[in-house]
């Protein structure tokens, strides 16, 4: 069973398309983060969110932290090329040392 | 200047054989990682260190023998390669204990065992 549950899979859109991808659990956590990653690349960290109901906002990227803390989602307004990669939800639990990893949402932006 | 660099990028080995990934880091952090990366994309913590110190070790097979010379370096040594170690082998620091800190990874070495 995968704590961090990511939806969906595989996105395929064409530019100027908007997106939500989610992340989800059934544990809360202390806080939450987005990474994306680009092929042959790490990842590379985009905003992390520590209260519920956090609204965080990068350019055309808006993160949100779910009011019970046990999920996210980020939205992207009119993507571009430049958007695509795979993105990353991790989450820190209260005890544990660790982060943890969703498995991603792939996503493509054809021009 | 590279964050957190690894060599090599890509390596390709037999089943059996014995091979070694380099990580080093320039931003003064203390503490550093590996991650494995599955075919699926799943990113998954092997260990963490924090200056120079084994601080988690999440259940790897004991083939697994990661290496700190000093705090900028975290070296991952892979005895008896089996197939399924195929994967790419990620590195990161962060600057501090917290895991709000930001993570930095490097580049990736992708490992194909044969």
């Known amino acids: 069973t995968q704590l961090l549950e990511q939806s969906p899979q595989f996105l395929s859109i064409q530019e100027g398309e908007n997106l939500t991808v989610y992340c989800n659990s059934s544990?809360?956590?202390?806080?939450l983060q987005w990474y994306r990653q680009e092929p042959g690349e790490g990842p590379v960290l985009l905003v992390t969110?520590?209260?519920?109901?956090e609204v965080k906002k990068l350019k055309r990227l808006t993160f949100q932290f779910g009011d019970a803390r046990k999920d996210s989602s980020l939205h992207i307004t009119a993507a571009q090329p430049g958007d695509t990669g795979l993105y990353l939800c991790?989450?820190?639990?209260?005890?544990?040392?660790?982060?943890?990893f969703g498995k991603g949402t792939m996503l493509l932006v054809s021009p | 200047d590279t964050a957190v660099s690894q060599t090599p990028k890509y390596l390709v080995t037999q089943m059996g054989n014995d091979k070694s990934i380099k990580c080093e880091q320039n931003?003064?952090?203390?503490?550093m990682y590996w991650y494995k990366q599955d075919s699926k994309k799943f990113l998954k913590i092997m260990f963490s260190y924090n200056n120079k110190e084994l601080i988690i070790n999440e259940t790897v097979p004991n083939r697994f023998s990661p290496k700190s010379p000093d705090k900028a370096h975290l070296n991952l040594h892979i005895n008896s390669l089996e197939l399924g170690d195929s994967a790419v082998y990620f590195c990161?620091?962060?600057?501090?204990?917290?895991?709000?800190?930001?993570?930095?990874f490097g580049p990736g070495t992708r490992l194909t065992v044969l």
């Open positions: 990161a620091s962060t600057g501090g204990p917290g895991l709000t800190d930001t993570q930095y």
């Open positions: 544990s809360v956590f202390s806080s």
């Open positions: 931003l003064g952090h203390d503490t």
């Open positions: 969110v520590v209260t519920g109901g």
């Open positions: 991790a989450g820190a639990r209260s005890g544990y040392s660790t982060l943890t």
